[in-house]
């Protein structure tokens, strides 16, 4: 995508010379599929970049086009998912884009045409740590065949835990899915590593529509009893959102 971030470009022309950002080994949930029963925690090896942006008025169309335009000169060629908003946060768009074990932010930036500065309001960049691209390509339905996901719905959410409660709120969010109550087929867990407000981000994906409303009320089902995830949560956060989305690249 143009808009994001290559290893010698970035959106975020306000750091420092040369700041790295490396992946760290904190281990996350493996991606769990209804044909898969391990639950062997995957280590956190890689960087990711997180770009939410918000379209400008009548520009989301077009924001679209810009964002699933392939980055020639990203350092990882064709390992991003954009996904788009359906229900939940103020942002349109997210971009995750792989990066390597490590990435490289120069004060050169990423300079873009006065075109391109049009179709946003405003965006936000986060650098996490989350599982080797394989992995999460997996998770997510954008492996080999992406074709035969194309249905999948996307939620994303953002954590951040109540001071001292990091650990309790990771070790929660690690847990695999409890089955057959929660349909998803991929989870990804992410930690912040430089950037926006929040520790955590986790995605869970979903084949269907018709999964993902199964799962949400099995969810309240279980509410309704006053135990629970709903509740566990809520144990250990100050702050989280939500966001519905479905993929649009690739």
């Known amino acids: 995508m143009k808009s994001i971030v290559s290893i010698l470009s970035v959106t975020l022309l306000t750091l420092s010379p040369v700041t790295f950002v490396r992946a760290q080994t904190t281990p996350t949930p493996a991606a769990h599929d209804k044909a898969t029963t391990s639950s062997a925690p995957i280590a956190r090896t890689d960087v990711y970049h997180v770009h939410f942006n918000k379209a400008a008025l009548g520009k989301a169309a077009a924001l679209a086009d810009f964002l699933k ?31 390597g074990t490590k990435a490289t932010v120069e004060a050169a930036g990423n300079p873009r045409g006065p075109a391109m500065r049009d179709l946003s309001d405003w965006h936000d960049d986060t650098f996490v740590n989350g599982p080797p691209w394989a992995d999460f390509a997996r998770a997510m339905g954008i492996g080999d065949d992406s074709s035969k996901s194309v249905d999948s719905v996307y939620v994303v959410s953002v954590f951040r835990p109540a001071p001292g409660h990091q650990d309790q709120l ?81």
Do not use: C
């Open 170 to 250: 990771e070790k929660q969010l690690s847990e695999p899915p409890s089955r057959p109550s929660d349909t998803s087929v991929g989870n990804v867990l992410m930690q912040h590593l430089e950037g926006g407000a929040w520790r955590f981000l986790t995605i869970a994906r979903y084949n269907s529509w018709q999964d993902f409303a199964a799962n949400e009320s099995n969810s309240v089902a279980g509410a309704a009893k006053n135990q629970g995830g709903w509740f566990q949560l809520r144990d250990h956060i100050t702050f989280h959102n939500d966001t519905v989305t479905h993929r649009i690249a690739p």
């Open 69 to 99: 335009t392939p980055n020639p000169q990203a350092p990882m060629p064709g390992h991003f998912i954009l996904l788009r908003h359906q229900e939940g946060a103020a942002w349109d768009y997210v971009v995750i884009q792989h990066l």
